[in-house]
């Protein structure tokens, strides 16, 4: 069995004695001299009196540290901030900035300006790879100037005229060397290099424009692509006409509606100056002259011509067809019946007789 040693005066006593058999002081593992607990209380006490003091001092000696840097930071960061602050607010002052507001009046400026930069700088770069293109417009449109500066063309020639500018002489034999690219594929081909003539008034007074000979005359106001065309076709289509004019009034009549229907078809357009291909003229209403075919006649083979493509044929139907069938027309003495030749031809050159013949008889 375990004993009990009391600590007072050492007696040796049995596990369940509370007190000492001897000396009568309390034994057991709990038990502390009330002495030694005294003076055991008192000893914590004075560590933790000690030890608190000291902490305290540390905090209020940090704190202070740390206030002290603060302090000596904030007179640098004063020095560092202040000075260049004022003199920003100075440089603001003096340029006319007072306030926020005109601090952000200027930053929206700036914006906008940047955003036309940037615009600016995307036309820049269309136009940069573009330029090669443009350049080679620049030549092609200096080349053709000059050209036109020395009043000489493969295709025409224009007699010296105060009357029209260099961009409509442009425009006119730019024209024309289509057109004579057109006829080349159809197989024709102008006869000579006609003068073209531009007027306020024309010889011939009662017309706008007309040819005679090698010499194309066209009013001023008239000086447009369809009209000089349509004379220039005359150089190509027209035939000697034997005897008496007037009597080829129906051989007039054909060829000038050729020369209206193949401007349209060249220009992709049924109007030609004052002339609209749409309108329908009944060929029977043509006067039996040679103005007189090819003036309303002119109109009225035209607009028939005009209905062909439209109505039922596309252009590369139609138009090889017209061209094979005014070959077959031969000016003679006496002469032939143009009409019904030119129709059958362009039965014989693909167009059927039924749309051939409707078209003639309904206008």
Not at 234 to 258: C, F, R, T
């Amino acid at each position: 069995m375990a004993r009990l040693v009391c600590a007072n005066c050492h007696t040796e006593n049995t596990e369940d004695t509370r007190f000492c058999k001897k000396c009568g002081k309390r034994v057991g593992d709990d038990y502390i001299d009330p002495d030694l607990e005294q003076r055991l209380y008192e000893r914590i006490e004075t560590r933790l009196t000690n030890k608190w003091i000291s902490k305290e001092t540390v905090e209020k000696d940090m704190a202070l540290n740390a206030a002290t840097r603060l302090s000596e930071w904030a007179k640098l960061f004063a020095i560092a901030f202040g000075v260049p602050a004022t003199i920003a607010v100075g440089i603001l002052a003096f340029v006319g900035v007072k306030s926020t507001t005109d601090l952000a009046s200027i930053e929206g400026q700036t914006a906008a300006f940047k955003k036309t930069a940037n615009d600016v700088e995307a036309q820049y770069t269309l136009l940069k790879d573009k330029l090669p293109q443009l350049n080679q417009i620049a030549t092609s449109l200096r080349g053709l100037e000059d050209r036109v500066g020395s009043i000489e063309s493969a295709v025409a020639k224009f007699s010296p005229s105060s009357l029209l500018n260099n961009s409509t002489q442009v425009q006119l034999i730019t024209a024309l060397e289509h057109y004579t690219k057109y006829l080349k594929e159809l197989g024709l081909a102008p006869k000579s290099v006609p003068t073209i003539h531009v007027h306020t008034q024309l010889p011939r007074a009662e017309y706008d424009a007309y040819m005679e000979g090698d010499d194309i005359y066209v009013k001023l106001d008239h000086a447009n692509p369809a009209k000089v065309i349509h004379e220039f076709s005359h150089n190509v289509l027209l035939s000697p006409v034997p005897g008496d004019k007037d009597l080829q009034w129906s051989y007039s009549a054909i060829e000038a509606g050729v020369a209206n229907y193949l401007t349209a078809d060249s220009i992709n357009s049924p109007l030609l100056d004052s002339v609209n291909l749409i309108e329908r003229v009944p060929i029977a209403a043509t006067r039996h002259t040679w103005v007189g075919g090819q003036s309303e006649g002119g109109m009225a083979w035209g607009s028939y011509m005009w209905a062909l493509r439209e109505d039922k044929y596309t252009s590369a139907k139609a138009t090889p067809a017209i061209v094979q069938a005014f070959r077959k027309l031969k000016p003679s003495t006496p002469p032939q019946d143009y009409q019904d030749i030119f129709l059958k031809e362009l039965v014989a050159a693909g167009l059927d007789s039924a749309t051939v013949n409707r078209l003639l008889a309904n206008p």
